[in-house]
T-cell receptor, first 114, second 113 residues
Framework: NAGVTQTPKFQVLKTGQSMTLQCAQDMNHNSMYWYRQDPGMGLRLIYYSASEGTTDKGEVPNGYNVSRLNKREFSLRLESAAPSQTSVYFC?????????????FGEGSWLTVV | DQQVKQNSPSLSVQEGRISILNCDYTNSMFDYFLWYKKYPAEGPTFLISISSIKDKNEDGRFTVFLNKSAKHLSLHIVPSQPGDSAVYFCAAVSSGSARQLTFGSGTQLTVLP
């Protein structure tokens, strides 16, 4: 049971570089999410996709783009990385949008921008 | 301005005693509340939830209490075990079409053997 798988687990970027965080879920969930976790801030929603073919901004979308490639995959792209984007990123999925008790998280991706 | 607040960054409790983790919220539109547990290098996992129409929900050693008038909820763990040592996040869902989770900043619980 893989659940939610995200890659890479660790990445160091230079300011201005671009990269894509990949996420895939094997639970046939409709909704997928990208969160970032920063010290003292909890988890903040970057973007979400309520269903295949749709994406919407969350609380902190600036500097990011997303693609819901198919029902399984939801990627997060940093076009021009900034030090403020140093964070731990979590992908998540749920059967129903906003259904908190069925939301499953990946293990996280540690991103450092220098 | 954080709508969900966990004012205690850390809490230490002796094994076998009760752990009480607190959470306050400001948004009156929140109608569903959850607690997540997070171990290092892992993603958060769902622990327990409560609807705003209830004031208590119990699941084994875990009980969540909701005081709507005070906009306060708490998680009680009895008895506490060393394996409970983790970061606990409070989260809330607002009524309406978006129904996204809003998380608190987390409390690091350490259960001492």
């Amino acid at each position: 049971n893989a659940g939610v798988t995200q890659t890479p687990k660790f990445q160091v970027l230079k300011t201005g570089q671009s990269m894509t965080l990949q996420c895939a879920q094997d639970m046939n969930h409709n909704s997928m999410y990208w969160y970032r976790q920063d010290p003292g801030m909890g988890l903040r929603l970057i973007y979400y996709s309520a269903s295949e073919g749709t994406t919407d901004k969350g609380e902190v979308p600036n500097g990011y783009n997303v693609s819901r490639l198919n029902k399984r995959e939801f990627s997060l792209r940093l076009e021009s990385a900034a030090p403020s984007q140093t964070s731990v990123y979590f992908c998540a999925s749920s059967e129903v949008r906003g259904s908190g008790n069925t939301i499953y998280f990946g293990e996280g991706s540690w991103l450092t921008v220098v | 301005d954080q709508q969900v607040k966990q004012n205690s960054p850390s809490l230490s409790v002796q094994e076998g005693r009760i752990s009480i983790l607190n959470c306050d919220y400001t948004n009156s539109m929140f109608d569903y509340f959850l607690w997540y547990k997070k171990y290092p290098a892992e993603g958060p996992t769902f622990l327990i939830s409560i609807s705003s129409i209830k004031d208590k929900n119990e699941d084994g050693r875990f009980t969540v209490f909701l005081n709507k008038s005070a906009k306060h909820l708490s998680l009680h763990i009895v008895p506490s075990q060393p394996g409970d040592s983790a970061v606990y996040f409070c989260a809330a869902v607002s009524s309406g079409s978006a129904r996204q989770l809003t998380f608190g900043s987390g409390t690091q619980l350490t259960v001492l053997p």
